[in-house]
């Protein structure tokens, strides 16, 4: 069974840092392409960012590009998502998903994790 | 960036009902589309992707159709559990995009 879980949300400062974690098990991670999307409270879906499934090739919203950065390691069958110069916008459940790039659907997503930035 | 617009934002419906969700894309994306059910308090469910390829264990009443620029959701006969909002998302390009969703309600 295919299973992503996220981990590392919580509350931080605007201006902060916070870095996301999502371990994969249950496929042969370093065959798949993994991206992150998020949902604002009361809004829509979001796609945040996507790297292949070597690490080579990274994708970014425009929303996000200078601020986040993605990154893999397929040794640990683990995403990252490292949030710099977070805003009060960037407040959102975020989810890890299996795909989700360049003509990869996202087949798999895990539960999601809070992060909220706030004073 | 693609823009993707989905209509209509709510739709309200009965148990047993055709349903049909409409999503347009701002330029062609092909077939590279996929639909999305997202339940409150959970993550999305991948439905259909590639305009029309019914992912694994999704029940046969879910269809899908188009290419190009104009696609759609249908929902043949409405069951108690699909009731819930509705996400399309193209993927052809580098920067993913959703379209606003459609929720679903009961009538």
């Known amino acids: 069974e295919v299973q992503v879980l996220e981990s590392g949300g919580g509350l931080v400062q605007p201006g902060g840092s916070l870095r996301l974690s999502c371990a994969a098990s249950?496929?042969?991670?370093?065959?798949?392409?993994m991206s992150w999307g998020r949902q604002a409270p009361g809004k829509g879906l979001e796609w945040v960012s996507g790297?292949?499934?070597?690490?080579?090739?990274?994708y970014y919203a425009d929303s996000v590009k200078g601020r986040f950065t993605i990154s893999r390691d397929n040794s640990k069958s683990t995403l990252y998502l490292q949030m710099n110069s977070l805003r009060a916008e960037d407040t959102a459940v975020y989810y890890c998903?299996?795909?989700?790039?360049?003509?990869?659907?996202?087949?798999?997503w895990g539960q999601g994790n809070q992060v909220t930035v706030s004073s | 960036d693609i823009q993707m617009t989905q209509s209509p934002s709510t739709l309200s419906a009965s148990v047993g009902d055709r349903v049909t969700i409409t999503c347009r894309a701002s330029?062609?994306?092909?077939?590279?589309l996929a639909w999305y059910q997202q339940k409150p308090g959970k993550a999305p469910k991948l439905l259909i992707y590639?305009?029309?390829i019914l992912e694994s264990g999704v029940p046969s009443r879910f269809s899908g159709s188009g290419s190009g620029t104009e696609f759609t959701l249908t929902i043949s006969s409405l069951q108690p559990d699909d009731f819930a909002t509705y996400y399309c998302?193209?993927?052809?390009?580098?920067?993913?995009?959703f379209g606003g969703g459609t929720k679903v309600e009961i009538k």
């Open positions: 998903a299996r795909g989700g790039i360049v003509q990869r659907t996202s087949d798999d």
């Open positions: 998302q193209q993927y052809n390009s580098y920067s993913l995009t």
């Open positions: 790297i292949s499934a070597g690490g080579d090739s990274t």
């Open positions: 590639k305009a029309s």
């Open positions: 249950g496929f042969t991670f370093n065959t798949h392409a």
């Open positions: 330029q062609s994306i092909s077939y590279w």
